[in-house]
């Protein structure tokens, strides 16, 4: 037996991938114009080399598998992944092209639950799709490590929301009282400058849902929905357990198909998002900083609590954060505190809450230093 290839893959391999991914996900007419921004910019944010998609040439599932035979199964999940994520920004997803995502995971002998959502999606069953991801997705099922983490108690779903657990409030209303500089007095600033409602109230955003906030703080995103797909994306990647990819396939099915109608406890479908100027960068861009992250890390349970009085800079510097790419920055990717990261409502949120609160209202300043 060969022996298993564990180097990146060179300019060659990535174009011999690239083959795969275009041959899985392609329908009868041709890549769309989002796969065509997409698919490029996402290999070129991977691995450093660029794909020419006029060069790539169709490739058969049988074919594809015996040229990744000394690539291990974590590297043909990772590719799978790519193939459907090419795949669920279409809608009408062609049924063809579900039928040929499971014959290249399959050749692969790769299994990822997502691939039983791109089927039901091309059968037009989208209500039954929402139901999968419920139960099939990476969150579909709580358990005890996970509640401790939250620091509530009795949720009935994993997108539940707490809307009367003083103790839960008053633990992050302490986040006050940090320095500045420090991971929780920025998640602390983040909810007051956007009249966010803090876990634990009434009008709050599920616990595990209020988990992603830290991420957006300490990976520097804003709170746009193109700010929400990166945040999504990063955190995907961050985490070596493949079902996270379903956290990026639900954020692409709200934000950019509207397959879904709504998800995670709070939003809801607002479609188009992905096809906005310069995101087939941002998102690709997102999903490198999170692969080369440190280790594996698992956003959505982990005990934030515990690094709330760290400064932020120390917490980037142990999980390995890398600085944003110049080219996502140029197409507009923007920290909490930077023009282009917040929006109107947020702003007008954050002054109706500090009014009804009796409280001077502080307006959203853009601060770089923060982000």
């Not at 980037?316 to 080219?327: F, P, Q, T, Y």
């Amino acid at each position: 037996m060969d022996e298993v290839l564990l180097t990146p893959p060179d300019a060659a391999e990535v174009r011999f991938v690239a083959r795969g991914v275009v041959s899985a996900a392609i329908g009868e007419n041709g890549l769309t114009p989002l796969q065509e921004m997409l698919i490029p910019a996402m290999f070129l944010s991977m691995t450093g080399h660029s794909v020419e998609l006029a060069e790539v040439k169709p490739i058969g599932a049988a074919e594809f598998a015996h040229g990744m035979a000394r690539r291990n199964r974590i590297f043909r999940e990772r590719v799978v992944q790519t193939m459907l994520l090419a795949a669920l920004v279409v809608r009408p997803l062609p049924e063809t092209v579900a039928d040929r995502l499971r014959e290249f995971a399959d050749a692969l002998d790769v299994d990822d639950d997502m691939i039983a959502v791109a089927q039901l999606y091309a059968d037009g069953a989208v209500d039954l799709a929402a139901v999968d991801f419920s139960r099939n997705g990476y969150l579909g099922n709580m358990d005890h490590l996970r509640l401790d983490a939250l620091h509530c108690e009795g949720l009935d779903s994993s997108w539940s929301a707490v809307t009367d657990d003083p103790a839960l409030a008053g633990r992050w209303g302490e986040l006050w009282e940090l320095p500045v500089g420090t991971l929780g007095r920025g998640v602390a600033d983040f909810y007051r400058d956007r009249g966010f409602v803090t876990p634990g109230l009434a009008g709050s955003a599920p616990p595990l849902l209020a988990q992603h906030d830290w991420v957006h703080v300490l990976a520097g995103y804003g709170t746009t929905l193109e700010n929400e797909i990166e945040v999504f994306a990063f955190m995907a990647r961050a985490n070596d357990d493949p079902r996270a990819f379903s956290l990026l396939a639900m954020v692409i099915s709200l934000f950019e198909t509207g397959y879904l109608k709504a998800g995670a406890g709070l939003f809801e479908a607002d479609a188009g998002h992905l096809r906005t100027k310069g995101m087939a960068e941002r998102l690709g861009d997102a999903m490198r900083r999170g692969a080369l992250t440190q280790g594996s890390h698992d956003f959505l349970d982990l005990d934030w609590f515990s690094l709330a009085d760290r400064p932020i800079t120390v917490v980037r510097n142990e999980i390995g954060l890398v600085s944003k790419a110049d080219s996502a920055v140029a197409a507009g990717s923007a920290g909490p505190w930077q023009p282009g990261g917040i929006t109107a409502y947020q702003l007008n949120s954050s002054k109706v809450a500090a009014e009804s609160e009796g409280r001077t209202h502080i307006p959203w300043q853009p601060d770089p230093n923060r982000d």
